[in-house]
């Protein structure tokens, strides 16, 4: 991690593990196998001396310091190797390590921050008694160094896109010196929570007075630009760092991932927030009819439903099937709601592509005829709401360009078992077939026959490759595909196999599951609840089963039933 803090043109090199230990001089590291990697960053910390201003030395630290959280797992884990950086910082005691301990302190992670500052102040007085001066004396630092963290705002901006899917708030910044003028970016990921997903520093006079000119003249782009008060700026900011920190939330694919500059300049822009007043005049407060907290209190079920129902009542025709499609339509309001965090009226390329290409396809279970059903009604929402809100001819364009290829990703992507492994297990349903009772009955009937992926044992073996002599492949039981015939075969011999079943009863087992697939005799899996009911383990009810199997006529279906009506009922006497 902390291997490129030496400087930007260094090599990645893998974590040090992390192992107990105490900070302070003279203490044992808590990650002593970072110990080279500290060493650079204390090397080169003496460039610190020649930066110009205390900006140029805050970005240093942004991209030499900050920058390495990219690096690193967690937050946990790069707090506790700069806390050792800032042990090893102490123990050196130069004026580069001054001035880096003040930096970390003053623009640095907050987590550290505390550490830094008192380690600054200890190296500061050590300095100037090594001098002979009185303790208080500090040594000699760069003329800059009060400066650091320390900036006032100016004028601050808000665009919004025409979706409202995507959000930048613009401040303009300069230090108490009043020189160096410059500006953070924040876009704020509105169709994801309103995280932050980008921070950019402009740091050149002219490109900050180009940026300036563009907003007043409204920046180039559809969308709204709105000069807006230095407390609403750090409100809207502060928000997105600290939903961005949530741990709750969901992973997506085409989510927002930060980047190695929105690590670098978090902390700095965290700084410069808190460094804004949070006092707003009396006639700029929110009032007490302020929205809610969360989304979902703005949502609750009942306006949910209104939303729903309005949809179906702009469409009396509807599609092939009623009740599946009211399904589909309500769980793509809840969707948008709890896992995009956004709200349900609204609708852009962004939230259509995460809500039809990746949320959807991935929960959704349903058989292979209710989704062609459920394509053509994704459509049709998207379109109702993007013509009951207020964008332009050209968005709606836009947006409906996007759909031919969201439907279309929408139904490869969810009867692909990689990304939904339910479908499989559902796929041949008929549509009279496809309510929640019948789907969790279903499920709940073929999982017992055949597990799901990651309820397989995790088995593995290998076999020869027929591609490439003398080699072979690995083979994960969770790659196979409970719908095919001869996957559940082979699934069905692996595991029967492993459980100590003979070869003599192997072929009935499979027929067995067979059985149990395709719910034929019903008789089947009512015996297999009933010795489920009594603690008997899956495998051996199946084995039970086979020897009931092995000893019917198998062209006798009757007396088969029959025979499975008394298996795993209590004796009578």
């Given at each position: 991690m902390l291997a490129r803090m030496g400087g930007r043109e260094g090599s990645r090199r893998g974590l040090p593990a992390q192992r107990p230990g105490r900070g302070g001089p003279g203490r044992r590291l808590r990650v002593p196998e970072a110990r080279a990697a500290y060493a650079a960053a204390i090397a080169d910390s003496a460039a610190l001396l020649a930066a110009a201003d205390a900006l140029d030395a805050e970005v240093w630290v942004a991209s030499n310091i900050s920058a390495m959280r990219s690096d690193v797992p967690t937050d946990e884990v790069f707090t506790v190797l700069l806390l050792d950086l800032i042990d090893e910082a102490e123990r050196d005691g130069r004026a580069g390590c001054a001035v880096l301990l003040t930096a970390i302190a003053a623009v640095g992670p907050r987590e550290v921050a505390g550490a830094a500052g008192a380690a600054a102040g200890?190296?500061?007085?050590?300095?100037?008694?090594?001098?002979?001066?009185?303790?208080?004396?500090?040594?000699?630092?760069?003329?800059?160094?009060?400066?650091?963290?320390?900036?006032?705002?100016?004028?601050?901006?808000?665009?919004?896109?025409?979706?409202?899917?995507?959000?930048?708030?613009f401040c303009e910044f300069a230090h108490a010196d009043g020189h160096r003028r410059h500006g953070l970016t924040v876009t704020i990921d509105l169709a994801f929570h309103g995280v932050v997903s980008a921070i950019a520093m402009?740091?050149?006079?002219?490109?900050?007075?180009?940026?300036?000119?563009?907003?007043?003249?409204?920046?180039?782009?559809?969308?709204?630009?709105?000069?807006?008060?230095?407390?609403?700026?750090?409100?809207?900011?502060?928000?997105?760092?600290?939903?961005?920190?949530?741990?709750?939330?969901?992973?997506?694919?085409?989510?927002?991932?930060?980047?190695?500059?929105?690590?670098?300049?978090?902390?700095?822009?965290?700084?410069?927030?808190?460094?804004?007043?949070?006092?707003?005049?009396?006639?700029q407060a929110p009032s007490a009819q302020a929205a809610p907290a969360t989304l979902a209190e703005a949502w609750p079920a009942s306006r949910r439903t209104e939303l729903v129902e309005a949809f179906l009542a702009a469409h009396p025709h509807g599609w092939s099937h009623p009740a599946t499609d009211r399904?589909?339509?309500?769980?793509?309001?809840?969707?948008?709601?709890?896992?995009?965090?956004?709200?349900?009226?609204?609708?852009?390329?962004?939230?259509?592509?995460?809500?039809?290409?990746?949320?959807?396809?991935?929960?959704?279970?349903?058989?292979?005829?209710?989704?062609?059903?459920?394509?053509?009604?994704?459509?049709?929402w998207v379109a109702w709401v993007a013509a009951s809100g207020e964008l332009s001819w050209r968005a709606r364009l836009r947006l409906r360009r996007r759909m031919v290829l969201v439907q279309v990703m929408f139904e490869r992507m969810s009867s692909e078992r990689r990304v939904n492994p339910h479908f499989p297990y559902v796929a041949d349903l008929p549509a009279h077939r496809a309510g929640g009772d019948d789907i969790q009955t279903t499920l709940d009937r073929r999982w017992f026959a055949v597990p799901e992926p990651g309820h397989r044992g995790g088995i593995t073996f290998e076999r020869p490759d027929p591609r490439r002599r003398g080699s072979s492949t690995t083979i994960d039981v969770d790659d196979y595909d409970a719908a095919d015939p001869s996957h559940r075969k082979a699934l069905t011999t692996i595991e029967q196999a492993l459980h100590g079943t003979g070869p003599d009863v192997m072929p009935a087992c499979v027929t067995v599951v067979e059985q149990l697939w395709a719910d034929e005799p019903a008789q089947v899996w009512q015996v297999a609840g009933r010795l489920s009911a009594t603690g008997v383990p899956r495998q051996q009810v199946i084995r039970r089963l086979a020897q009931v199997w092995q000893h019917c006529d198998a062209a006798d279906p009757a007396a088969y039933a029959a025979a499975l009506e008394s298996v795993g009922r209590p004796v009578t006497r």
């Amino acid at each position: 991690m902390l291997a490129r803090m030496g400087g930007r043109e260094g090599s990645r090199r893998g974590l040090p593990a992390q192992r107990p230990g105490r900070g302070g001089p003279g203490r044992r590291l808590r990650v002593p196998e970072a110990r080279a990697a500290y060493a650079a960053a204390i090397a080169d910390s003496a460039a610190l001396l020649a930066a110009a201003d205390a900006l140029d030395a805050e970005v240093w630290v942004a991209s030499n310091i900050s920058a390495m959280r990219s690096d690193v797992p967690t937050d946990e884990v790069f707090t506790v190797l700069l806390l050792d950086l800032i042990d090893e910082a102490e123990r050196d005691g130069r004026a580069g390590c001054a001035v880096l301990l003040t930096a970390i302190a003053a623009v640095g992670p907050r987590e550290v921050a505390g550490a830094a500052g008192a380690a600054a102040g200890r190296v500061t007085g050590r300095a100037g008694r090594r001098q002979g001066a009185t303790a208080a004396a500090e040594a000699p630092l760069p003329p800059w160094t009060g400066l650091l963290g320390k900036a006032t705002v100016g004028q601050c901006w808000l665009w919004t896109d025409e979706f409202g899917e995507c959000s930048q708030v613009f401040c303009e910044f300069a230090h108490a010196d009043g020189h160096r003028r410059h500006g953070l970016t924040v876009t704020i990921d509105l169709a994801f929570h309103g995280v932050v997903s980008a921070i950019a520093m402009v740091s050149q006079p002219a490109n900050l007075d180009r940026t300036i000119a563009d907003l007043r003249r409204g920046k180039p782009g559809r969308g709204r630009v709105e000069s807006i008060g230095a407390q609403r700026a750090r409100s809207l900011v502060l928000a997105a760092i600290e939903t961005s920190r949530a741990r709750e939330r969901p992973t997506l694919r085409s989510g927002p991932e930060p980047d190695e500059l929105c690590y670098a300049y978090l902390p700095l822009l965290t700084c410069r927030m808190l460094g804004i007043s949070a006092g707003e005049p009396a006639s700029q407060a929110p009032s007490a009819q302020a929205a809610p907290a969360t989304l979902a209190e703005a949502w609750p079920a009942s306006r949910r439903t209104e939303l729903v129902e309005a949809f179906l009542a702009a469409h009396p025709h509807g599609w092939s099937h009623p009740a599946t499609d009211r399904m589909f339509v309500e769980r793509v309001v809840d969707a948008s709601v709890e896992v995009l965090g956004f709200p349900p009226d609204r609708i852009g390329p962004i939230t259509a592509t995460r809500l039809f290409g990746e949320v959807l396809p991935r929960t959704l279970i349903a058989p292979k005829v209710v989704l062609r059903s459920a394509r053509r009604v994704a459509k049709a929402w998207v379109a109702w709401v993007a013509a009951s809100g207020e964008l332009s001819w050209r968005a709606r364009l836009r947006l409906r360009r996007r759909m031919v290829l969201v439907q279309v990703m929408f139904e490869r992507m969810s009867s692909e078992r990689r990304v939904n492994p339910h479908f499989p297990y559902v796929a041949d349903l008929p549509a009279h077939r496809a309510g929640g009772d019948d789907i969790q009955t279903t499920l709940d009937r073929r999982w017992f026959a055949v597990p799901e992926p990651g309820h397989r044992g995790g088995i593995t073996f290998e076999r020869p490759d027929p591609r490439r002599r003398g080699s072979s492949t690995t083979i994960d039981v969770d790659d196979y595909d409970a719908a095919d015939p001869s996957h559940r075969k082979a699934l069905t011999t692996i595991e029967q196999a492993l459980h100590g079943t003979g070869p003599d009863v192997m072929p009935a087992c499979v027929t067995v599951v067979e059985q149990l697939w395709a719910d034929e005799p019903a008789q089947v899996w009512q015996v297999a609840g009933r010795l489920s009911a009594t603690g008997v383990p899956r495998q051996q009810v199946i084995r039970r089963l086979a020897q009931v199997w092995q000893h019917c006529d198998a062209a006798d279906p009757a007396a088969y039933a029959a025979a499975l009506e008394s298996v795993g009922r209590p004796v009578t006497r």
